[in-house]
């Protein structure tokens, strides 16, 4: 069975500073999916980012970064300068692939910005 | 964009009632999802649908039913309502069986 860890359940920053948010996942399966949601006040889970077990390469979007290492099973994602507008609680989830539609969600990191 | 509506934000019911909570596509999307929310757990598939009137549980079915009679619609029935199925609902929808899910805004249901 599948797995997903997100141990920070609440984290608080000053607004401009950097976050890590960690993910670490767990599957025996070598194809799988990684996601990365977003769930504002308003309720809606926002898609970020998916990433697939064959490309470990990092990637950047704006102030968002993700790294991704199969050597730990991590999926960490990092926002720069951070913002009000971050304040969410952020989702990492697994999927595997090709056969399983099913998302395997953790527990969720609410994240707060103060300004 | 995506758009997957759910009918309530807030729901209120009493224990024994029939729930039904009602979601909708505009996508054209093959598959759709529900999801209750509980703090400290995530988020947890009680049912999923990848063509019309096939459905097959997820984690958690006990307790609910779904019906898809159209595409773009999928619903949640919550035959008997019970108190400990207070939770927030949430529906997502996906183009293939393996691949990104958008959701809706969610459903906060109270079961008094």
């Known amino acids: 069975a599948q797995k997903v860890t997100q141990a920070q359940t609440e984290i608080s920053v000053v607004e401009k500073e950097d976050v890590t948010l960690d993910c670490v996942y767990e599957t025996r399966d070598t194809t799988y999916y990684l996601f990365w949601y977003k769930q504002p006040p308003s309720g809606e889970l926002v898609f970020l980012i998916r990433r697939n077990s064959f490309d470990e390469q990092n990637e950047i979007s704006g102030r968002y970064s993700w790294n991704f290492q199969k050597s730990t099973s991590s999926f960490n994602f990092t926002i720069t300068a951070s913002q009000v507008v971050d304040s969410a609680v952020y989702f990492c989830?697994?999927?595997?692939?090709?056969?399983?539609?099913?998302?395997?969600f953790g527990t969720g990191t609410r994240l707060t910005i103060i300004p | 964009d995506v758009k997957v509506t759910q009918s309530s934000r807030y729901l209120v019911k009493r224990t024994g009632e029939k729930v039904f909570l009602e979601c909708v596509q505009d996508m054209d999307h093959e598959n759709m999802f529900w999801y209750r929310q509980d703090p400290g757990l995530g988020l947890r598939l009680i049912y999923f649908s990848y063509d019309v009137k096939m459905k097959e549980k997820g984690d958690i079915p006990e307790g609910y039913s779904v019906s898809r009679e159209k595409k773009e619609r999928f619903s949640l029935i919550l035959e008997s309502a019970s108190t400990n199925q207070t939770s927030m609902y949430l529906c997502?929808?996906?183009?293939?069986?393996?691949?990104?899910?958008?959701f809706g805004a969610g459903t906060r249901l109270s079961v008094l």
């Open positions: 989830a697994l999927s595997l692939w090709p056969y399983d539609e099913k998302l395997t």
């Open positions: 997502a929808s996906s183009l293939y069986r393996v691949d990104i899910q958008y």
